[in-house]
């Protein structure tokens, strides 16, 4: 993780003052040289939950060696100029997209498990490289499904003060949720953040422990932690499924063509032991993943994404192998919405993943309107 003091500064309440530390700090900093091999089109900023403001986000990818580094927040593209502009301050390639949830109920897979730990026949997508002239297209047509899910929150908050009544813990969405989020400039709301807010009271009360004399970056890192644990023992209690925030699997792969992203369908694979600690030991699509890829593809989708760190080698070859049968894009990047996890991506050094390597470049050059 970059110097503590310097995120805090680089997650200064405006982008203007964002980009100004950031030119500051890029004037000063001694970045070690890029590895080609080091591309992350997955991570997540303060648009939707991360320790990373997108100007933070861009320094630390690049005070790690990336090549390339994407931006794609759950239900918001709002921190996309900011992200591309901080790109161009340091020197490093962008792209840009969105990652949401989608209803696969017109589909058979309507009554199974897909990626999402939370809620069966529902499905975590993502719209990767966005052209930059239909960002405000996207935002737009993303801002009342945040309203929806922000009125899902709401119900979620009141289960969760009914689960904690005995700790004392009494939470109110518009004093402790939204402050932790960009809502007001046009971020989502997820259920991590209110884990965060539950995990800040449940703190506040002494329900959870702190380090004697604990710095300000102990605290986040406890907070940090104590949110992957309420995530994987709490959401289960308080989750109330998704419903008209989520776009029909028919309905986003016309919009994803309608502005001209490349659409994904984000592969997690059963887990037997998560790499970032929030998710249980689950069984996912591996069981009929031959059946999911047909229906994918039969609805327009050409582009699967994936991490290789989350999956065994039994795994990714089948995985690689059903994306050569169908003729999908395969684009990589890494989970990022921790402090303690690092941007780059050690596995991505082996020759069997060259390929999402150059798929990187190929999703950079569709975002500028070059054709290959």
Not at 39 to 44: D, Q
Not at 73 to 86: C, P
Not at 181 to 188: D, F, L, P, V
Request: charged share 25%; glycine share 6%.
């Amino acid at each position: 993780m970059i110097d503590f003091s310097l995120l805090r500064s680089l997650n200064a309440p405006t982008k203007e003052e964002r980009l100004q530390t950031l030119k500051t700090a890029v004037a000063t900093a001694d970045f070690p040289a890029t590895d080609p091999r080091m591309v992350n089109n997955h991570i997540h900023t303060n648009y939707s939950f991360s320790p990373y403001s997108p100007t933070a986000a861009v320094y630390a990818a690049r005070a790690e060696g990336l090549a390339t580094c994407g931006i794609v927040d759950h239900d918001s593209i709002g921190g996309a100029e900011e992200f591309l502009q901080a790109g161009e301050i340091v020197g490093i390639p962008t792209t840009i997209g969105i990652e949401t949830r989608v209803s696969f109920a017109e589909t058979p897979l309507g009554e199974k498990r897909t990626n999402n730990p939370d809620q069966i026949g529902n499905s975590y997508m993502v719209l990767h490289a966005v052209p930059h002239e239909n960002i405000g297209n996207v935002q737009a047509y993303f801002a009342p499904l945040r309203e929806r899910r922000n009125a899902r929150n709401r119900k979620m908050i009141a289960k969760i003060n009914e689960l904690y009544a005995a700790d004392g813990v009494l939470l109110d969405f518009e004093r402790d949720v939204l402050p932790l989020s960009q809502y007001a400039n046009g971020g989502s709301v997820t259920e991590r953040h209110l884990m965060l807010a539950l995990a800040r009271q449940l703190l506040a009360l002494g329900k959870a422990k702190l380090p004697e004399h604990a710095s300000a970056l102990e605290v986040m890192l406890a907070e940090y932690d104590l949110v992957g644990t309420l995530k994987k023992d709490c959401i289960p209690k308080v989750f109330v499924p998704a419903t008209d925030e989520c776009p029909s699997l028919s309905e986003i792969v016309r919009f994803a063509s309608e502005v001209g992203g490349i659409l994904a369908y984000a592969y997690l694979g059963d887990v037997t032991a998560s790499v970032t600690g929030d998710k249980k030991a689950q069984k996912f699509e591996d069981d009929y993943l031959d059946e999911l890829f047909e229906v994918i593809y039969n609805a327009g989708i050409r582009a699967v994404t994936y991490m290789p760190t989350r999956n065994t080698q039994t795994q990714i070859e089948r995985l690689k192998k059903l994306c050569e049968r169908y003729d999908m894009l395969q684009i990589s990047g890494e989970d990022i919405n921790s402090p303690r996890q690092t941007f780059t991506i050690d596995k991505m050094k082996e020759e069997q993943f060259s390929n999402l390597i150059e798929n990187t470049w190929k999703l950079i050059r569709h975002e500028h309107g070059e054709k290959e």
